[in-house]
T-cell receptor, first 115, second 114 residues
Framework: GAGVSQSPRYKVAKRGQDVALRCDPI?????LFWYQQALGQGPEFLTY????????KSGLPSDRFFAERPEGSVSTLKIQRTQQEDSAVYLC?????????????FGPGTRLTVT | AQSVAQPEDQVNVAEGNPLTVKCTYS??????LFWYVQYPNRGLQFLLK??????LVKGSYGFEAEFNKSQTSFHLKKPSALVSDSALYFC????????????FGKGTRLHILP
C-alpha cells in the first residue's frame, strides 16, 4: 500500500507569505504527527492528531502555525506570515496506534525555504 | 525531562566491519526507545523499538540494538556493514509525560567506506 505522502516537496516563500503544507497519511492510521527538522538537527515535535482531534499542539512555535485534520485523514499545516527562521523540513508521520509509543511512518517531508 | 543523546556526529566504518552507533537516554520510569534511519531526500524509516522484554532487539536490514538499563544506553549495532547502510541515524524516546510525543536525538551520520 501507499506510504505517507506530502506535498509540495519543496516550497520557496517570501518572508511574510502564508504557506500550506499537506499530508496524506496511510489509510486507516488513527494518529498523525507533524515535526519540524532544522538543518543538522533531529525532528522536533509540533503537533498530534488522533482522528480529527488535535490532542497536543504544545510544539507549535508560535500562533502563526496552525494545523488541521478536519475529516480525520488528510492534514494541513499552515504557516502564516512566514519568517526566515521557519525555513526547515516539515515532516508528517502517521501511526495505527493511538499513542506515540509505537512506530511512526514518515513522509518524505516538505522543504520550506523562506527568503 | 526526557531526552536522548547521540554523542557522535559522524561514524566511519569500513565495509564488512561491525558497526555501532551510540545512544544514551534520560527518562524517568521504563523507556520506550526507537531507532530511525533517514536516507537522502527520503523520510525517516523505522528500524526497531524497545518497549519491554529481551534486551537485544532485532530490527530491519540486519540491525539490532541492545538495551542496557544500568548504562542507560541503547546502542545500534550491525555485525557486517554495507555501503548502502550509509545514512543518518536517529535514536528516539517516547515522552513519558506527553506520551503522544517522540523525542529525537540530533542524529549520527554513518559513513560506510568501500
Amino acid at each position: 500500500g501507499a506510504g505517507v505522502s506530502q506535498s509540495p516537496r519543496y516550497k520557496v516563500a517570501k518572508r511574510g507569505q502564508d504557506v500550506a503544507l499537506r499530508c496524506d497519511p496511510i489509510s486507516g492510521h488513527v494518529s498523525l504527527f507533524w515535526y519540524q527538522q532544522a538543518l543538522g538537527q533531529g525532528p522536533e515535535f509540533l503537533t498530534y492528531f488522533q482522528n480529527e482531534a488535535q490532542l497536543d499542539k504544545s510544539g507549535l512555535p508560535s500562533d502563526r502555525f496552525f494545523a488541521e485534520r478536519p475529516e480525520g485523514s488528510v492534514s494541513t499545516l499552515k504557516i502564516q506570515r512566514t519568517q526566515q527562521e521557519d525555513s526547515a523540513v516539515y515532516l508528517c508521520a502517521s501511526s495505527f496506534r493511538s499513542r506515540g509509543g509505537y512506530e511512526q511512518y514518515f513522509g518524505p517531508g516538505t522543504r520550506l525555504t523562506v527568503t | 525531562a526526557q531526552s536522548v543523546a547521540q554523542p557522535e556526529d559522524q561514524v566511519n566504518v569500513a565495509e564488512g566491519n561491525p558497526l555501532t552507533v551510540k545512544c544514551t537516554y534520560s527518562v524517568s520510569g521504563n523507556p520506550y526507545l526507537f531507532w530511525y534511519v533517514q536516507y537522502p531526500n527520503r523520510g525517516l524509516q523505522f528500524l526497531l523499538k524497545y518497549i519491554t522484554g529481551d534486551n537485544l532487539v532485532k530490527g530491519s536490514y540486519g540491525f539490532e540494538a541492545e538495551f542496557n538499563k544500568s548504562q542507560t544506553s541503547f546502542h545500534l549495532k550491525k555485525p557486517s556493514a554495507l555501503v548502502s547502510d550509509s545514512a543518518l541515524y536517529f535514536c528516539a524516546v517516547r515522552d513519558m509525560i506527553r506520551d503522544d510525543k517522540i523525542i529525537f536525538g540530533k542524529g549520527t551520520r554513518l559513513h560506510i567506506l568501500p
